[in-house]
């Protein structure tokens, strides 16, 4: 189990988070939203090991992370950063093999960066030099670099947590799908996954549970037919938001532009 | 860079044998060319005890000992500017730019002026190493600066890099200025001489002492290269890949420290081989260090050897410094690269 109970953290004299609780399931893809500066990517760095809360407790596994060596963290769980790059011009084979920790022998190391980067759709390209690559090819790499070291992870005992935040931030349509595709997969292998998004109808498609974050703590949590309301959101993001099921599964939230209070938008002219 | 020409490891190991003869033949040349020319199969009977007299006096106690600190020196600068620039994903990081170097010749700078006092209560035999932990503390105390400033602003510009550097130079200058001043005449020759950088005025023991420190700080510093690739991710996502970035860097910056202080204590301030060596490096064998940090430790021995070389046979029997040399290559090489990194980029 990953979960944070009760946690504050304040920085720079800014309280940012402020008694977030949140727990994650293994196979389970949970979606964290909220408003900017909600305190979601403060909360999943204190998930990932990188920050340590001022008071409330953080378990990975039972563990508290920031006292797990960063190589136990890094077998233990992967992350993806909000706007990853990587300064030298490596191939993009060579970035994904970042991922994968020297425990690993090389020729199982060839094959899971194979495997990541046909994942993420990017099996032509894993010769060419990423600065070469387009800025959404460059992404995606990334997550296939965290991909393979959630695998690698898994090989050396570990690899049970993903945590991505914004993983779809700059990113088309299809390229969208297809990273959120590859951490649904690691869902059905038993990860339990972590999205921070701002896209909520994304949240509505893709996720199992969505926690709504509110000024630090987590405001509502369950299914996205349970907290993608206007009645759960509007408070949150101070907009008025309409929500539709176009197919079983799927909903999606639009923000409502042009309407006054109390009109309803989808019947004016 | 393009990304058509980068390279597989197929043709890097070739390269870095190519690269190892180079220095095998320069390192024979600097032994065999000089006022004095000995014919390069006289010098290997020489090294190996036999020859007349003079040729190996001539080996033994002038051009031995300037080949190896020549070649301690290129491996160190080298290897610590591919060092620095992949702890500071910055391509302008030449120990010598950012102060490194500054920092080692006030050291040493100082020890020469004021040593005396200090050296009297030394044991004798601990006295040759005064000069360069000397120059291994300024070097240290820079490097601790420059990664602060690093971490401060979460990843430095290459504008920020250098400025820091333009000022840790000057408080350095400043520090040497008033060591020259309160020097006496003999100390005043010494340290000019030494301030250009020159690879022929240390003795045996100095060269040894430099040589022990440069190969024991090396292989901390190869032995890194998967940290150093990580490190081109930024300290948050190395750290989220299993790296412990704080104990890679103290690591790294004390092998660097060791490494520049005590080529710099030997040698003198020579500016420019840590830019240069890993640029041509990363240009022919491409940017993952575990064979960047041996190439570029070729590179730097192979420059700086030429770069000897070429001070010696310029203008015999006069040998201008080496320092006046490298800084001929590589102040153009430095402004060109200025020109060709856009600035709001963090590598090139």
């Known amino acids: 189990m990953l979960e944070a109970a009760d946690v504050t953290v304040s920085l720079g004299g800014r309280r940012a988070l402020d008694g977030a609780t949140l727990r994650l399931a293994p196979g389970r893809v949970t979606a964290l939203v909220g408003p900017n500066g909600a305190g979601k990517s403060t909360l999943l760095a204190c998930l990932s090991g990188a920050l340590g809360p001022d008071a409330g407790r953080i378990s990975l596994d039972g563990d508290d992370p920031v006292r797990l060596t960063p190589a136990e963290l890094g077998c233990r769980r992967a992350v993806l950063d909000q706007s990853p790059a990587a300064a030298a011009p490596f191939t993009l084979a060579e970035l994904v093999e970042l991922g994968i920790p020297r425990a690993i022998p090389p020729a199982e190391a060839r094959r899971m960066v194979r495997e990541a980067t046909a994942a993420l759709g990017l099996e032509t390209m894993a010769g060419r030099s990423i600065h070469a690559l387009s800025g959404g090819e460059r992404h995606r790499g990334h997550m296939a670099r965290v991909l393979a070291q959630l695998w690698a992870g898994r090989q050396l005992g570990g690899g049970r947590w993903l945590l991505l935040d914004e993983p779809t931030a700059s990113l088309d349509l299809a390229h969208q799908a297809s990273v959120m595709r590859a951490a649904r997969r690691a869902a059905a292998e038993g990860v339990g996954v972590l999205a921070v998004l701002h896209d909520l109808s994304l949240a509505g498609a893709m996720a199992d549970t969505v926690a709504l974050m509110q000024q630090g703590r987590i405001v509502a949590t369950g299914p996205p037919r349970y907290v993608l309301t206007n009645d759960r959101l509007a408070p949150v993001y101070g907009i008025e938001v309409a929500i539709a099921e176009p197919c079983e599964g799927v909903r999606a939230v639009v923000p409502v532009y042009r309407s006054t209070p109390g009109e309803d938008p989808c019947s004016s002219p | ?348």
């Open chain 2, 1 to 348: 860079m393009d990304a058509a020409v980068r390279a597989s490891p197929r043709i890097a190991v070739p390269a870095l044998g190519v690269l190892g003869l180079a220095v095998a033949a320069l390192a024979l040349a600097g032994l065999a060319l000089g006022p004095v020319e000995i014919a390069p199969w006289r010098v290997i009977v020489a090294l190996a005890g036999g020859g007349t007299p003079a040729e190996s006096a001539i080996v033994w106690q002038i051009r031995l000992p300037r080949v190896l600190l020549g070649m301690a020196t290129g491996a160190a600068l080298a290897l610590a500017g591919a060092a620095l620039q992949g702890v500071l994903r910055n391509p302008l990081a030449d120990p010598g730019l950012i102060g490194v170097t500054g920092g080692a010749s006030l050291g040493a700078v100082a020890t020469i002026v004021l040593g005396g006092m200090v050296a009297g209560a030394l044991p004798e035999p601990l006295r040759p190493w005064l000069l360069p932990v000397a120059a291994f503390v300024g070097a240290a105390l820079v490097i601790a600066f420059v990664f602060a400033l690093a971490r401060r602003g979460g990843e430095t510009s290459v504008a920020t890099l250098i400025l820091a550097g333009v000022a840790v130079n000057a408080i350095a200058g400043a520090g040497i200025g008033v060591m020259v001043y309160i020097s006496d005449d003999r100390q005043l020759r010494d340290l000019t001489f030494w301030t250009m950088g020159t690879l022929g005025g240390s003795g045996w023991t100095l060269v040894l002492i430099a040589g022990a420190l440069a190969v024991a700080a090396m292989p901390v510093l190869l032995a890194r290269a998967r940290d150093l690739d990580l490190f081109q991710l930024g300290e948050r996502a190395a750290f989220h890949a299993g790296l412990d970035v704080e104990r890679a860097k103290l690591a790294m910056g004390l092998a660097t420290a060791v490494a520049v202080g005590a080529v710099t204590a030997a040698a003198g301030p020579i500016g420019f081989i840590g830019l240069v060596a890993p640029h041509l490096a990363r240009l022919a064998l491409g940017a993952r260090h575990a064979i960047l940090l041996p190439a570029s430790a070729l590179m730097g021995v192979a420059l700086l050897l030429a770069a000897d070389l070429g001070v010696r046979l310029a203008v015999p029997p006069a040998e201008p410094p080496i320092g006046l040399a490298t800084s001929l290559i590589g102040g153009p090489f430095f402004l060109w690269l200025l020109l060709r990194v856009r600035p709001d980029r963090p590598h090139a």
